[in-house]
């Protein structure tokens, strides 16, 4: 019931050390999670942490998960100044409770935590041929943004189906990525907090495919080496992989249509280049 202390101390050969360590009696926090209509969640995963603002580095002091009645009671904490309580729960916005000081001993109420239905995504993916893709990853990511939503990357079901929840209103890009296929990035698409948008459906491409074997100059198999394919039908992507025990490659998410240009590195032989490979051959 005390919380973790550590210090560094440099000690020489043949030295004596004394250090005295002041131990804190740990506390704990106490409330109960709701929505937005005042019914209980239970399930629901709470983490008691520093602020974000009184540390740049995040770490969890407890955490536990709501009962049949959404109260929740997480003990041993480390007593604080600057501490807030995080909540997560499947569908609904993260929330946030304000900043608080915890003391040694105490046992902290801090009343409900309310949470709110995030938006949802529904749709499907298929082939161009219409047929469904499954075990495809869906990834949503803020318009005009560079990072994907945490908590937001599902993969495709029975029928080529997917359901992305618990986003914040506006407008997302997605992504689907499936072996063989060409990435595809669905742009404007607009979500409203507490609501579904329903009927998206998602086209993927087959890929273009290049495989091929590296071999030295007695013909045989180099393992381990790295081939790069720059895709000139994507801005010049690069597709990277790693040569086998049999020294094969192999590439099936090709855009480009006629040629692209392959690069080989290994250590021991050094670097060949080749400028123009027909898509569609080994």
Do not use: C
Request: charged share 25%.
């Amino acid at each position: 019931n005390y919380a973790r202390q550590k210090k560094q101390v440099a000690i020489r050969k043949g030295q004596e050390f004394e250090q005295v360590f002041e131990l804190y009696q740990t506390g704990g926090v106490i409330g109960t999670v709701v929505n937005t209509s005042g019914d209980p969640m239970p399930g629901a995963h709470v983490e008691v942490r520093p602020s974000a603002d009184s540390t740049p580095t995040l770490r969890v002091l407890g955490n536990g998960t709501t009962d049949r009645v959404g109260g929740f009671i997480i003990g041993n904490v480390e007593p604080g100044e600057e501490l807030e309580v995080r909540v997560k729960v499947t569908g609904y916005l993260e929330s946030f409770t304000d900043k608080f000081a915890l003391a040694s001993g105490q046992q902290l109420e801090i009343g409900k935590i309310v949470v709110q239905l995030g938006g949802e995504i529904e749709g499907a993916v298929v082939n161009s041929e219409g047929r469904p893709v499954n075990g495809v990853w869906v990834e949503a990511r803020p318009e005009g943004g560079t990072d994907l939503v945490p908590g937001t990357s599902v993969q495709t079901s029975d029928g080529g189906k997917f359901l992305l929840r618990g986003l914040h209103k506006g407008k997302y890009e997605l992504i689907a990525k499936g072996t063989g296929y060409v990435d595809s990035h669905t742009p404007d698409v607009e979500v409203r907090e507490g609501t579904r948008k329903t009927g998206l459906q998602i086209v993927l491409e087959q890929g273009g495919k290049i495989d091929g074997i590296v071999v030295n100059s007695e013909n045989e198999p180099i393992q381990g080496a790295e081939v790069i394919v720059r895709d000139l039908g994507a801005g010049l992507k690069e597709h990277r992989a790693v040569t086998n025990a049999q020294g094969s490659f192999a590439f099936t998410s090709i855009i480009a249509e006629d040629f692209v240009e392959v690069e080989v590195n290994d250590k021991d032989y050094g670097t060949f280049l080749a400028e123009e490979i027909k898509v569609g051959t080994s």
